[in-house]
């Protein structure tokens, strides 16, 4: 099978800092590939290159086949690629609704739209509410709230149904767990789930062990900047992968980088 | 692949657990709601301050509720509440403007003079002050948005610029009224009136109600006026999120600059004459920043309304007019308008809490 997503030698400088030295990166369709690495392993630099928010140096990236290059996010999500950025990139002062349709607005049909550039609110909010509830993931009575005034758990769920609703080709999620709860990092795993079964492939950057092994297929374990290896959750504990990605211990037929 | 329903062990505790997540159900006192309601109607508190004093001094100046007194506030504050329309969008972007004041009086120059220096036909050289003042907004943006300049600094700098070269193009030179009404009448449009039942409004009001109505259709109900609350609010998350936020800016100074180059138009009409000293130049920085922050819009940027804006205008008119009916010392005017800003500013602070 070819990979739906390929990185190949992707190189990412700032300075004198290598955050991306020479790294591959392949992703499967219909897969939940999960990205491990220690702090400063250059997870978010890989991430932010996929999803446009960064321009790699050198390398390449293929999408379908076909080499991509991003210069902004708008390209990357027009390519239908949608990131959760851990800080959820949302405008605390606007609704839900403004929120989920920022930088891609639904006008009104008709001369109020084209001429008056008016928004389409019902069909926005409309379609927000849908999103909200298909997740299941919060109790929110009024789609028009402002962001700041909803809970860590329930912000971090709009912005999961953000990307789930427009990501068509693939969603990526950093650290989607790291602020919840029990109880809320359980929906947003099984929201990860529900994402697959529709045939979407997911990259899933963790720091929470269980949880990147309970939903991952394969694990890629980033360390120095490049790919370490990839594994099954099947094959090695959770111990071997937190050895492998700080380097206390080297998996089968990998040499440590000089 | 692991099964999914057994996999983390210790959510088996999760069993038997109440299924809600994280619902809330505060106890809100009168407080509270009071802050809800502000934070989601921004325009609220400037409205009810003019409401106050329009009934204080109602009550206070015998002749403050005739049609004529009232018109007249509006036709004090129409420069301002244009330069406020200017102000309003640069702020609600987190950034500032201290050159509208410049920009207005060098436009007004700048179509003046290429009328009676060049002979250009009036209607042209309007066209050409509104041109060359977005363009000079333009550049404040680019300042901004290209070299990341803060924006306190760059205006700074193009208002000392743009004032100077506005004395150094005019050579500090005066247009008479009586000349302009002569040859060129379409540069004192907007000072023309009607005047049903003998009260005099002046065109410069509606143009000024107009372009508030205008803009608050544009900020409310278009995906650019939502981008320009997401800039203000947090850039970083609305580059995410797709919107582009440094042509974004670019934009909002190009049309703060258009607006001020209005301005300067109706400062034509409202004065007569056009004059390279107009006090406007000075002070019209200072005064649509108090109308702004008194209309309750954050400095911090992505919150507030423009109506908030000509609320805090109007609330200026009222004060001056009311405070001189009374006959009280003119000082008391400045004196209970920096009372205001403090005041508005403290509110903005405390409704901001609503997040945390």
Redesign the interface.
Known sequence: MEPLLKGTNLVKRYGKVTALDHCDFDLYPGEILAVIGDNGAGKSTLIKAISGAVIPDEGEIMLEGKPIRFSTPIEARAAGIETVYQTLAMSPALSIADNMFMGRELRAPGLMGSVFRKLDRPRMEKFAREKLNELGLMTIQNINQAVETLSGGQRQGVAVARAAAFGSKVVILDEPTAALGVKESRRVLELIRDVRSRGIPIILISHNMPHVFEVADRIHIHRLGKRLCVIKPGDYSMSDAVAFMTGAKLPEGVAEPA | ??D?KT??S??EG?KG?SE?????HEEKSQLKRLQ?WL??TPSAVPMIVLMVALLVFGVLAENFFKAGTLSVILQQIAIVGILGCAQTIVILTAGIDLSVGAIAVFSSVLMGQATFRYGVPAEIAIVIGLILGTAMGAVNGLLIAKMKLPPFIATLGTWQILLAANFIFSANETIRSSDIAATAPALQFWGGSIQPGGIKILYAVFLMIALVAIMS??LR????G??V??TG??P?????????TGKVLIQVYALAGFFCAVAGWVMIGRFGSVSPTASTGQLGNIQSITAVVIGGISLFG??GSIVGMFFGALIVGVFEMGLRLVGTDPQWTFFLIGVLIIFAVAVDQWIRK??S
Do not use: C, I, N
């Not at chain 2, 809600?20 to 809330?24: H, I, L, Q, Y």
């Not at chain 2, 970083?236 to 582009?244: F, N, T």
């Open positions: 692949m692991t999914a996999a983390s210790f959510e999760l657990a809600k997540v994280a619902e809330f809800h934070h989601q259709y544009v109900s278009t995906a650019w939502r981008h609350y997401a609010d947090d970083q998350a609305a580059e995410l999120a797709g919107v582009p992505g919150r609503v997040a």
